[in-house]
């Protein structure tokens, strides 16, 4: 009885060190993704500059084009109560011609001054506003971070796929190599198209601002803008996994491309829910989601495709 209890503790013993050493290896790969997350946080703080620029350039255009067409539009409804000289899009102030100059001359300058003081040119600008002290230090504290994750994340994927190896076999590390990569392509795929949809998006919101009474002009919070285009790159970048998720659950032997061919109304009903749940909820937005996730439903049908070839290749009865 001694010897089986001993032999029961070893047993225990064993498992409870190959457990530790998983949580010892898992904190070593935790460790690891973090100084990717911070050293890649670091170069994003440092380029700053360039980063939010990029980051900025959708809305900054549309409140460009806003700001110049309300000017515009102020300065030919000033032109058209004024006479002569005065009634021109761009007023040109008149200059003198003789020396001294003539009472008509004269009179032209002090009829331009005169409409000036009278009728101010109303410049409704849009623009960005800090509303507290530390905003522009968090503001560029987010983009760096969030920039740091996008930039680190491969090497952080890498180090799960390495991880999780080991626990696998041979057989199951095989569809691992090819669906993190893939993985990885999709979601900068997905963010790249988040960026192009923000252009969209932002001509759509402010197109609004002309239902109000005028003018009613955009004073924007820069952190609520950020994380508004977090959420639109966030929401991309899961919806394109979908060619790795189909081809994950074909790996499992869960779904099958005859089933996927069966049921195309599932990948319509998919499409439909990711453009409805988009942050932006624009049409243009909306086209802009269901449309690629459309195409990669019908890529998936072929990926999954190339997986159950791949099964049958390595299958035991294959041979014979």
Known sequence: MAAIARKASERNDDKRMELTEHLGELRTRIIRSLWYLV????????????????????????????????IQKEIHRQA????????????????????????????????????????????????????????????????????????????MVYE???????????????PLKKLVPLSVVLLIFGVLVAYCTMFYAMGWFLGYLDDFPQPAVLM???????????????????AFQLPVVLMGLAFAGIVSSRWLLKNWRVGFLVAFLGGLFTPANDPMSWALMVI???FLYAVSILLVKWVEKQKTRQSPTAGT
Request: contains cysteine; glycine residues 4%; neutral net charge.
């Open 39 to 70: 050293f890649a946080s670091i170069v994003a703080y440092q380029f700053f500059g360039p980063l939010y620029g990029m980051l900025y350039k959708p809305l900054d255009r549309e409140m460009r084009s806003l700001n110049h067409q309300r």
């Open 80 to 155: 058209e109560g004024a006479k002569g000289h005065l009634a021109a899009d761009v007023l040109i102030v008149p200059h003198a011609t003789h020396d001294p100059p003539t009472r008509e001359e004269f009179n032209r300058l002090a009829d331009s001054l005169a409409w000036f003081r009278d009728h101010p040119v109303a410049t409704p600008l849009m623009s960005i506003v800090f509303r507290n002290f530390h905003e522009p230090f968090m503001v560029r504290l987010t983009i760096s971070c969030v920039c740091g994750f996008i930039i680190a994340l491969p090497m």
């Open 160 to 174: 799960l796929a390495l991880f999780i190896t080991p626990a696998l076999t041979l057989t199951e590390r095989k």
């Open 220 to 238: 924007q919070d820069p952190n609520d803008y950020v994380l508004f285009f977090v959420k639109m790159m966030a929401a991309f970048g899961i």
């Open 292 to 294: 690629p996730l459309l």
